[in-house]
């Protein structure tokens, strides 16, 4: 079966017109700060990923490589090898999208010939030179995400993504991508202090003047960690609590490791916002 890339991408965007979408994290990695060597086999990543289709997954993103502070870098070969059989796979048989998280333009690249209709690039096309045209050139959507090397504590952390965002939208129209087809992300958590990550989260709506859907991925983060000195594993309540806060600021995709539980959140969300469909 020949995946309907454009089809999977246009069903994906227009389904955000109508209602929140929850996309299931699925990391085929040894190291991921939450899940690392969870689903890191092909059989144990096709089970979770139906397991999250079947709890009410809108979209799945696959990740090869930990994004966690500390991790080693994983080579393009390395992470193709880890996520390109299971795009295949679930090109076959899933019938929600496919979301290949990589900053790679080579990765990016294969993983849509695979069968993936987005590309999840957590630096925002500011890595790779290649991945604004990778983009471009593939037709995928694109979630551009503000990320920083190193937390600054003193940084005006509103103006510094207001900055970073414009940049990573103008190499995107330069390159050529679409700008319907863009998706942004405040990052939280990368490159920032726990204060500046409640803080893009509070000001969340500062996105809304882009004009463009909005993801929010926190999922089991470590500032919900150090707000209720909770470990990774009894993040759920505090991750639930900033999620609907976030979906009723407007956030468009919630990233999640829990989809059942935000299943429900969604729906109950997406009524009290006037979608009731969800």
Known sequence: MTRDIA?????????????????????????SFSDGGQFDTLETAIEQANRMVDE??????????????????VGENEECARVLPVIEALAEASPV????DTYKASVARAA???????????????????MPDAVAETGAAVVIMYNRAV???DLDVMADMRAFLDRSLE????????????LLDP????????????????????LAEYGLPVLIGLSRKSFIGQL?????????VGTIAADTISLMKGAAVIRVHDVAEHKEVVTMVAALRGNANG
């Open 187 to 206: 990052g939280v958590g990368f490159g920032k202090t726990w204060e500046q990550s409640v803080q893009v989260l509070r000001e969340q709506e500062a």
């Open 56 to 73: 009410g997954a809108d979209v799945l993103d696959i990740g090869g490589e930990s994004t966690r502070p500390g991790a080693a870098p």
């Open 228 to 236: 209720l000195d909770a470990p990774v594993g009894e993040r759920l």
């Open 7 to 31: 089809g999977d991408r246009d069903a994906f965007l227009a389904g955000l017109k109508q209602r929140p979408a929850i996309m299931g994290i699925l990391n085929v990695t040894p190291d």
């Open 151 to 153: 937390a600054e504590p």
């Open 97 to 100: 999208p496919l979301s290949i």
């Open 171 to 182: 190499l995107a129209e330069k390159a050529g991508v679409r700008r319907d087809r863009i």
């Open 112 to 130: 849509v010939a695979a069968g993936a209709s987005i590309i999840n690039d957590v630096l925002g096309l500011q890595k790779d030179p290649g």
